[in-house]
T-cell receptor, first 114, second 112 residues
């Protein structure tokens, strides 16, 4: 099982609609969670951190479900400019053998159509 | 403005040649990283460094080498031992190991 798994999509979304997708992680000790956005052939950019209580940034809402070990991202009122690949990032905690580090999912592609 | 600079943006090399990718940051971040991304795949960690003069292998370090002689700089050398070097290489930095990453704009390496 991969440490961080995402549905690759694509999620085809009409402009103005709502889209939501999840990311599952395997390490129950993970403590840090992020969503990044990556446009085609560009570097990933931080979209938002994910907090235990859930958090919202404009049209974007992130949730964490520790019991089921997944995080989610919801985009309301989708814009054409929201078309991108959304990467889930989860930390792999430090162990006696290695430093902790961030693990990336392969990404979920979202295509917003007019 | 603070940020991370990778150069060059595009790099072409012949098989069998070593090549060094540059990464410089002025964010005063302690941690720096190198990732590789192949088409349709996620980012895979090559090497990372938490402090000057120290670095650790990531998940796919074979065929690569790094140095961290200055806090601002973390160059990556792709050696001839790397079997499939053609990829998009991304450098990143962060305040600490579990803090959000800030990425450079990447180097596309093509080896023929």
């Amino acid at each position: 099982r991969k440490e961080v798994e995402q549905d690759p999509g694509p999620f085809n979304v009409p402009e103005g609609a709502t889209v939501a997708f999840n990311c599952t992680y395997s390490n129950s000790a993970s403590q840090s969670f992020f969503w990044y956005r990556q446009d085609c052939r560009k570097e990933p950019k931080l979209l938002m951190s994910v907090y235990s209580s859930g958090n919202e940034d404009g049209r974007f809402t992130a949730q964490l479900n520790r019991a089921s070990q997944y995080i989610s991202l919801l985009i309301r009122d989708s814009k054409l400019s929201d078309s991108a690949t959304y990467l889930c990032v989860v930390n792999r905690p430090m162990t006696t053998d290695s430093w902790g580090k961030l693990q990336f999912g392969a990404g979920t592609q979202v295509v917003v159509t007019p | 403005d603070g940020g991370i600079t990778q150069s060059p943006k595009y790099l072409f090399r012949k098989e069998g040649q070593n090549v060094t990718l540059s990464c410089e940051q002025n964010l005063n971040h302690d941690a720096m990283y190198w990732y590789r991304q192949d088409p349709g795949q996620g980012l895979r960690l090559i090497y990372y460094s938490q402090i000057v003069n120290d670095f650790q292998k990531g998940d796919i370090a074979e065929g690569y080498s790094v140095s961290r002689e200055k806090k601002e700089s973390f160059p990556l050398t792709v050696t001839s031992a790397q079997k499939n070097p053609t990829a998009f290489y991304l450098c990143a930095s962060s305040r600490g190991m579990n803090s959000p990453l800030h990425f450079g704009n990447g180097t596309r390496l093509t080896v023929t």
